[in-house]
């Protein structure tokens, strides 16, 4: 794996990290963490919070993974529909990982209002958009399941989503206000900001080697240093591919690609999401869009940028909006999304003390910030357990031919894919 960064918009955009160095040092705290992204910063920031001592170690820079790439959409829930939730965990469990995952964006938004987090937050709710019938059927689904569990959420009807979304290619979209975007770079780096107010010892450039007990204790050994601690947090989500144990094995890594215009002019921005809500669709291979606060469109879809050509978006942002006919592309960029078999996320205890997150299958903002936090009151008493299943997973068999599964798919329907039309 190579940990060259990624030519983002957001890398080119987010104020800066702090200064940090490599670990080169013996230090013996209470939590040693590994992994800089939103779940291993979360948990930083809040054990050192409640006074524990704790050091984390990331192996390229804050936010290097899928923290510092993503869409940026900052939403409630999960992924997968809540009675699904339900049906896999059981009413119980499902409704009590719903309800902590359903005020996510507020702990979210809260958190960057409390520590002045500079990441473009925008708290305009967010907008699933309906494509053909069969989006239709799963929005109007979505939404009453997901009012029957209290959430404000509105499905919209054809032309006010399309006067929302600013295009004719869509039928209904499912408005959630709870919601909103952010600059995610801008945010983990925000967090580590944070961490270190509150005390965490932060190191980059210090890829983990390694992992071994010591008596009751582990021994986290970096190149040049090492971390001795009772409890460690494995918090490396699909980057987790080298060094320590290998948790991305239990994942099916899927590959997520965006471009970002030069920011658009004033006719283009009363056309295009007029409202700025962050967006994605309900077609088989997804593609979402939200505006910076530059005013520059961010379009992504499924797929590693070998198979995500800046053609076929070119063609699809015309599509929906015909304003857009001559797309300027300024950033593109891709990140790997950690998807588990069972689309949740899982906390798993590996052995006594060596505990591992991951798997957010595409919807990390709010529950990598929660799960971070919620490890923080587990370890230090404040709450008996995780809202995510406590799991043991295994390697998942055929992992490479199921990434070429999701790879080649999104391919295909790129090519093939043509003007949607309305049914
Ligand atoms: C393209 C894309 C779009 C997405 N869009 C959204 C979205 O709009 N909304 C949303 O909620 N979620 C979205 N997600 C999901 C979300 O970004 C992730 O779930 C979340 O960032 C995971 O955070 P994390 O801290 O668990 O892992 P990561 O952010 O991936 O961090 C893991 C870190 O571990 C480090 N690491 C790995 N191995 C080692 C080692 N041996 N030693 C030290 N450090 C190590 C890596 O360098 C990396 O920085 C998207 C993901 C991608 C990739």
Redesign the pocket.
Known sequence: ?S?QPCDSLWRASAPAAPTLTALEQDLEVDVAI?????????AALHLAKFGVSVAL???????????????????AGLWLEPNDLDRQLGPEAGRALYDALAVAPDYVFGLIEEYNIECEATRNGTLHCGVGKAGLTQLKRRCEQMQQRGAPVELLNTADAQARIGSDKFNSALFDPRAG?IQ?LGY?RGLAHAAVKEGAQLFDQ????NITPDGESWVVK?AKGSLKAERVI???????????KNEARKFVP?????LATKPLTEEQLKVVLPNKE?C?DTCTVMS?F?MDQQGRLVF?GMGGEKHYHASWASQRVKELWPVLSKVEWEFS??????YSEDHL?HCQQLQRGLFS??G?????????TI??KELAEWFTGRRDSLSAPMTTLRDIPLREVKRMFYEVGAHTYHVGQRTHVLD
């Open positions: 794996m940990l590994v992994g800089g992204g939103f779940t291993g910063l979360s170690v990331e192996a390229a820079e804050v936010g290097f993974g899928g923290s510092g790439r993503n869409v940026g959409l900052a939403n975007t995610p983990a210090s890829p983990v080697e970096t494995l918090a490396t989500n699909a980057y987790g591919e080298y060094g320590v899927i590959f997520y690609s965006q962050g994605w979402s939200r992504g960029w891709t990140g790997k999304i950690a996320p997150v991951a957010y299958s595409g919807r990390g903002i709010g529950p990598g799960m971070g």
